[in-house]
């Protein structure tokens, strides 16, 4: 199905611009967020990105950093609209946890917009407490998992 799509992991600043491409792309462009907003404090040296690379062009990508020696946050989930409804943001996901789990963390915690809490739950995921949220200009609930429990 996903013949050609291969998988990037990102630390270094040249791939973090395919990351940063298709966030501009989708958010920036697609739902109007600022680049300011789009873009903080964590994007810089120690936050990981998976990019999903289509024969070398950036069109999905995510972030993680620690938030402790336990636990961390995945956002800024996104896979370009002409991509969407292929399993690329499960992909997304998945490579993020396989990476995660090597680097020795147990707990992830992802801030989902309402309209993607049952994409979230598919992946293994449940609300924290079910409290909805403001992030910017989405409603969210907080989603967590314990990599050590099966989903």
């Known amino acids: 199905m996903n013949e050609t799509i291969t998988v990037l992991r990102g630390e270094e600043e040249w791939q973090?611009?395919?990351?940063?491409?298709?966030?501009v792309q989708g958010m920036n462009r697609q739902h109007h967020i600022?680049?300011?907003?789009?873009?903080?404090?964590?994007?810089?040296?120690?936050?990981?990105?998976?990019i999903l690379l289509d024969d070398g062009y950036p069109m999905g990508t995510?972030?993680?950093y620690p938030l402790n020696e336990e636990t961390v946050t995945i956002g800024?989930?996104?896979?370009?609209?002409e991509y969407r409804g292929r399993e690329l943001?499960?992909?997304?996901?998945?490579?993020a946890e396989k990476w995660i789990r090597e680097l020795g963390y147990r707990y992830i915690r992802i801030d989902s917009r309402t309209v993607a809490v049952g994409f979230y739950k598919k992946c293994g995921?449940?609300?924290?407490?079910?409290?909805?949220?403001?992030?910017?200009?989405?409603?969210?609930?907080?989603?967590?998992?314990?990599?050590?429990k099966e989903s």
């Not at 995921?125 to 998992?145: I, K, N, Q, W």
């Open 76 to 81: 800024r989930v996104v896979v370009l609209e």
């Open 89 to 95: 943001g499960r992909m997304l996901i998945q490579e």
């Open 125 to 148: 995921y449940h609300p924290a407490d079910g409290t909805v949220y403001r992030s910017g200009p989405f409603e969210c609930v907080l989603m967590v998992r314990d990599l050590d």
């Open 34 to 50: 600022s680049l300011r907003e789009e873009f903080d404090d964590h994007d810089a040296d120690g936050t990981r990105y998976i």
């Open 16 to 23: 973090r611009a395919g990351a940063y491409s298709v966030r």
């Open 62 to 64: 995510c972030r993680f």
